[in-house]
């Protein structure tokens, strides 16, 4: 069965204490990973997609990476604006929908 | 411009009474998908039209659910006879041909009395 993991489940960070995202997966083939951001009342907002491992994609503090069991997404000296739930979901080959992780909500105090 | 919309944002309903949620996708995009999200938890997978051809519907919990793209852009989701069970937060999202990505609506909250 297609799965699709993510640690910790909730995380509090300081301003400006890095730390690191993870999203484990066991799918049967894989199109592509994306990251969302999902703030409270909001849709999922894109952030990244990777297609393979190795590939790396970044924005402002964020920088997700790709192996072929996990990702992370990196997050570099964040700020208090960067609290929110983040989503990790794959895209299945031969299927056109996402399959979603249970999200990490992320809180960083000032 | 202009991204996905869904209406209403809110919607209160007895149990037993049928609601309609509407989803107004990205100009263009000829992928629209539906998904349900509990609280807490990620949204998860419900229907998927290409244009007007509803061709994944595997996600639908039960008959009471519904879902509709008549023309090929906006989509309706029915639910008949709401269950306390249905009370999540319903979202849209919609893909354009050339590239993989899949961009979501506000939600629509759906609250089962």
């Known amino acids: 069965e297609d799965q699709v993991t993510q640690s910790p489940e909730a995380l509090r960070l300081q301003e400006g204490e890095s730390s690191s995202l993870n999203c484990s997966y066991t799918?049967?083939?894989?199109?592509?990973l994306f990251w969302y951001r999902q703030d409270p009342g909001k849709g999922p907002e894109f952030l990244f997609t990777l297609y393979s491992a190795g590939e790396e994609k970044e924005k402002e503090r964020l920088k997700a990476t790709l192996t072929k069991k996990e990702s992370f997404l990196h997050i570099t000296a964040p700020k208090p604006e960067d609290s929110a739930t983040y989503l990790c979901?794959?895209?299945?080959?031969?299927?056109?929908?996402?399959?979603f992780g249970q999200g990490t909500r992320l809180t960083i105090n000032p | 411009g202009a991204g996905v919309s869904q209406s209403p944002r809110y919607k209160v309903a007895k149990r037993g009474q049928d609601v309609a949620l509407r989803c107004d996708p990205i100009?263009?995009?000829?992928?629209l998908f539906w998904y349900q999200q509990a609280l807490g938890q990620g949204p998860e997978f419900l229907t998927y039209f290409q244009n007007e051809a509803q061709l994944d519907k595997s996600g639908l919990p039960s008959d009471r659910f519904f879902a509709e793209r008549p023309e090929g852009s906006v989509s309706t989701l029915k639910i008949q006879r709401t269950q306390q069970e249905d009370s999540a937060v319903y979202l849209c999202a919609s893909r354009g041909s050339s590239y993989n990505e899949q961009f979501f609506g506000p939600g629509t909250r759906l609250t089962v009395l």
């Open positions: 799918v049967s083939g894989l199109r592509g």
């Open positions: 100009s263009g995009h000829v992928s």
């Open positions: 979901a794959v895209h299945l080959q031969g299927a056109q929908k996402l399959v």
